[in-house]
């Protein structure tokens, strides 16, 4: 049969005699770069329609790629050019026969006899048969299963191999919609791009990664989620826009489903590359059937989500096409495509139905739900396949939105009238590249119909079309794409990719790009990475040979701790502040540590660094550092060995009262026991001066007394001897004169002048014994003064030193944590060496 390129979809019907014409339907592939809806009940014969649709595509070389919700779809597979009743017997039903009182064997005759007077009459012979067996590969991959094709999903995850500047716009949809569809699958509901923190989270980590070509994998999305590589998200500090324990528990639920055995068949087998899956690696065009029936809802979603963003971001990769390149079917899109409600389905799709006709790419879209789709959005839908319809209710729905989709309307009333009348197997076409609408009864399919195929039957039918022999060699190739040849069909012509930074080849670089994410609500720092390579040589002593380069940096996790210690004792006036640090490498994974082993320069937190330097490598996060619970012990116990032993020692001066903390000298604490003790001395020597300056004054005071007596006797003792004298010439002048004068006269005054004398001698003597006792005075006081002041000199000298311990509520642990320690990685042959990059000198 010549088709002349088109699809021979059936034989025109005749609405008036109710019965098929000659004339075949035959339709132009190239129309459905607008695409096309399928619109039937159950037993209307949608699948038959939609499966010779898919067998025409085949015929035509053009490639496909098939989500079968149903198990429908996989009769592609089930052709069979010889019409042997050997070939159907498997796929015969057993329970069926034994109703018909048939044996299996008699089914499988009566059954190729009905397909081979079926193809008869719709004039399709064996060479047709044998031609579409030998047209396109056919496989059936199952997602999350091994019962088909593995297909791994993680490649929806790496950089797309386009430049990220000139395709921003739908590289940042194709996020959107792989992180709608992740966070569906951990069971997060009504997600909202703009909305939902956890969304704006992961789509800021993709684009993170993607706009600087490099690729994420789940583990890695798990650690970027703890620990995201930037520190603002808008105009908020990440904390605050998504706090981190928040974070912890999305990155909790990512991991468990990384975790789970069940997800293993995700993440294995051959990548959902698309070029890939729609031509193999000799060019020639595949038919990609993707089985979810065994899929939940939610693992449906996710894997329909991934897809179609694959596919887009593929189609975008092309060069621009009027004819048709590739075909998209969707068996049933009741819950994908919903006129309310935004499933993660629906904008991927959207976006497809508005622009994949650009490039060529068309979209089948089935459902025998007309009343559950979005008619806006297949407004964009240039062909309409519609069969019958169980109730009157899913016509008026679909007259409703055919209406509102079809620009200029729609006569409402003809369509009534003809949807009406439709049977089995018959079906109005309405193309927009046509006139008028057609009604049509679809051929006979090549394939045999055997109903919905269960995922124990994948097997057999993947081994039935040699499916999977290939696939190993493909998979082991699976970074190289190979361009579809030349064909009747417009072959695939990718842009030219952004360069790729590649490793260097080499031993394999310890540690990975991605920072493992630090316990919740624990401390995280990062040392600076201070040492050039050179002067790391000559702080730690090493040697390094001559072709030796540095190659990057690494950064490995210690156990960082720091102490505010504040001593206060007032009795000794003490006030002292001190710093106690600790840098553990390696920890026991008990979190036994011996504090004293790891002492090191207290550091100033302002110059640590904020943040790792870009582009290093980190080492994994291992026990105890990667327990919270363990970090918080080893907190707890660190601040118990400082009460226990963290000391200073103070100098003591009781007698003085003086006291120094250790951050006097000896010198200076000596020059404050001198000041305080000369203080104290002249007091007591004033005290000693006052007290013999009253014995001196008082001595003084009796000799002024017999200084003045003195001078009392000495004017009596010369008065006596002119007394004496006058007597005495009175007496010798009577022996002239011959006058008698008294004898006792003259001795009493003679006796009297001796008193007087006597007197004088007395008050002399007094007056010299004074003096003498104030030169014992001044003696002794000078000698008092020596003893005095040689006791406040052995005072000086009375130091004692005391050892004070600080409050428990006085150690203040201002660093405690993770630290990152930077070290230079320098490659000499296979050989890497890694050189600490912080120093505390």
């Known amino acids: 049969m010549n088709t002349d390129g088109k699809l021979y979809m059936g034989r025109i019907y005749d609405p008036a005699t109710a019965k098929t014409t000659t004339d075949p339907l035959l339709y132009d592939p190239d129309d459905l770069t607008t695409h096309g809806v399928v619109v039937g009940m159950t037993g209307s014969g949608k699948t038959g329609l939609c499966i010779d649709l898919l067998e025409e595509a085949a015929l035509n070389n053009i490639p496909a790629l098939m989500i079968d919700p149903k198990g429908d779809i996989t009769n592609a597979l089930l052709h069979f050019p010889d019409l042997a009743p050997g070939d159907f017997q498997p796929w015969v039903n057993a329970d069926e026969a034994r109703r018909d009182g048939k044996t299996v064997e008699q089914a499988a005759q009566d059954t190729a006899d009905l397909w081979r007077n079926g193809l008869a009459s719709w004039d399709i012979g064996p060479e047709r048969l044998q031609a579409l067996k030998d047209s396109v590969r056919f496989s059936i991959y199952t997602p999350g299963s091994d019962a088909g094709l593995p297909i791994s999903i993680l490649a929806t995850l790496e950089a797309p191999d386009i430049p990220w500047a000139s395709n921003q716009e739908m590289l940042r949809e194709k996020i959107s919609g792989t992180v709608t569809a992740l966070l569906g699958l951990i069971g997060l509901k009504d997600i909202d791009p703009v909305r939902s923190r956890e969304h704006i989270l992961l789509a800021n980590i993709f684009e993170h990664a993607w706009s600087q070509g490099k690729d994420l994998d789940l583990g890695e999305l798990i650690m970027q989620t703890q620990a995201p590589p930037f ?288 316990p919740s609500n624990i401390g995280e720092y990062f040392l600076p990475n201070n040492l050039t390579v050179g002067e790391a040589v000559n702080e730690y002593g090493r040697s390094l040979p001559s072709d030796a380069s540095a190659i990057g940096l690494l950064y490995r996790p210690v156990l960082l701790a720091q102490a505010h210690i504040r001593y206060m004792q007032r009795k000794y006036a003490l006030d002292h502040e001190t710093k106690v640090a600790t840098l553990v490498h390696e920890p026991d994974k008990r979190g036994n540590v011996r504090w004293e082993d790891y002492e090191t320069e207290a550091m100033d937190p302002r110059k640590l660094d904020r943040r790792a330097t870009p582009d290093a490598r980190f080492a994994a996060l291992e026990e105890p550092l990667s327990q919270a619970k363990a970090i918080r012990a080893m907190n707890t116990d660190f601040v118990d060995w400082l009460y226990r032993s963290a000391e200073v020692t103070i100098k003591t001066n009781n007698t003085l009262k003086v006291y120094a903390g250790p951050d006097i000298s000896e010198e200076k604490f000596q020059e404050m026991c001198e000041d305080v003790a000369e203080e104290k001395a002249q007091v007591d020597i004033k005290k000693v001066e006052t007290q013999y300056k009253k014995k001196l004054a008082a001595v003084n005071k009796k000799i002024t007394r017999e200084k003045r007596e003195l001078a009392e006797d000495e004017e009596e003792f010369k008065r006596r001897k002119q007394e004496e004298a006058v007597k005495h010439a009175e007496t010798i002048f009577g022996l002239f004169t011959g006058r008698k004068r008294s004898v006792s006269s003259s001795l009493s005054k003679r006796r009297m002048t001796a008193q007087a004398k006597a007197d004088i001698e007395e008050s002399q003597d007094a007056i010299a014994e004074f003096e003498r006792e104030i030169e014992a005075l001044k003696e002794e006081l000078e000698d008092t003064v020596t003893e005095v002041e040689d006791k406040w000199e052995e005072i000086i000298n009375d130091v004692t030193e005391i050892s004070v311990s600080p409050y428990k509520k006085d150690i203040d642990p201002e660093i405690f944590g993770v630290a990152w320690f930077p070290y230079h990685l320098v490659q000499s042959g296979d050989r890497i060496d890694e050189l600490p990059g912080f120093g505390t000198a």
């Open 231 to 518: 520190e603002k998200l808008g105009v908020f500090p990440i904390n605050r826009f998504f706090p981190e324990k928040d974070r912890f528990e999305l990155a909790m639920m990512l991991n468990n489903m990384l975790a789970s055995p069940a997800f293993q068949a995700w993440i294995e087998g051959e990548p959902l590359n698309i070029q890939r899956l729609l031509y193999d690696e000799n060019g020639r065009s595949r038919h990609t059937i993707f089985y979810i029936a065994h899929l939940n809802e939610a693992e449906r979603m996710f894997f329909v989500t991934l897809l179609y963003s694959a596919v887009e971001t593929w189609m975008r990769s092309q060069a621009g096409s009027t004819t048709l390149r590739a075909l998209v079917y969707f068996d049933e899109i009741f819950g994908y495509l919903p006129p309310v409600g935004n499933p993660p389905s629906k904008e991927p799709m959207l976006r497809m139905l508005k622009q994949a006709r650009a490039f060529g790419v068309g979209m089948v879209l089935a459902t025998q739900n007309p009343v559950d789709v979005d008619y806006k959005a297949l407004s964009n839908a240039g062909t309409w396949f519609i069969g019958k319809l169980a109730t009157e209710q899913d016509k008026a729905r679909l007259l409703d939105g055919l209406a509102s989709a079809v620009p200029g309307g729609l006569d409402t009333r003809a369509y009534d009238k003809m949807i009406s009348s439709l049977g089995k197997r018959v079906f109005l076409l309405r193309n927009v590249h046509e006139k008028q609408p057609a009604l049509f009864q679809t051929r006979w399919a090549m394939n045999y119909l055997a109903g919905p195929v269960t995922r124990n039957q994948i097997p057999a039918l993947n081994a039935l079309v040699g499916a999977g022999i290939n696939n190993q060699q493909s998979t082991i190739n699976n970074q190289q794409l190979t361009a579809a040849p030349q064909s009747p069909v417009a072959s695939p012509q990718s842009l030219v990719s952004s360069p790729q930074s590649l490793e260097p080849e080499g031993p394999e670089l310890p540690g990975t790009t991605t920072r493992p994410a630090v």
